[in-house]
């Protein structure tokens, strides 16, 4: 089984910062993306954002493209989330996901999950 954390969630105005971390940890697969998405009260979970474990390939919603940076620590099993430009739109609970695909952007492709965090943005 993989174990995923996420952290760095909080309350920020429009137009601020806020980074993610998520944690994994035992990995019982070879994991080859992974990925960033989120879910707003009354709407879908929607994909925000992947990346491959080896390499600098990485993929962003159209939403989030020019704004957010996904990115990796290997060494420490973790990946992140930088938001920047955050606007109240983007209010959701983020959520990280581990999947055996080379890149993947629909959450059938994603085996293991976090429980979340909350991230909102006030206007």
């Known amino acids: 089984q993989v174990q995923l954390v996420e952290s760095g969630g909080g309350l920020v105005q429009a137009g601020g910062s806020l980074r993610l971390s998520c944690a994994a940890s035992?990995?019982?697969?070879?994991?080859?993306?992974m990925g960033w998405f989120r879910q707003a009260p009354g709407k879908e979970r929607e994909f925000v954002a992947v990346?491959?474990?080896?390499?600098?390939?990485?993929y962003y919603a159209d939403s989030v493209k020019g704004r957010f940076t996904i990115s990796r620590d290997n060494a420490k099993n973790t990946v992140y989330l930088q938001m920047t430009s955050l606007k109240p739109e983007d209010t959701a609970v983020y959520l990280c996901?581990?999947?055996?695909?080379?890149?993947?952007?629909?959450?059938?492709?994603?085996?293991?999950w976090g429980q979340g965090t909350q991230v909102t943005v006030s206007s």
């Open positions: 996901a581990a999947s055996a695909n080379w890149i993947a952007i629909s959450s059938n492709a994603y085996a293991y």
């Open positions: 035992g990995h019982t697969f070879s994991s080859y993306a």
């Open positions: 990346i491959r474990w080896s390499g600098d390939i990485s």
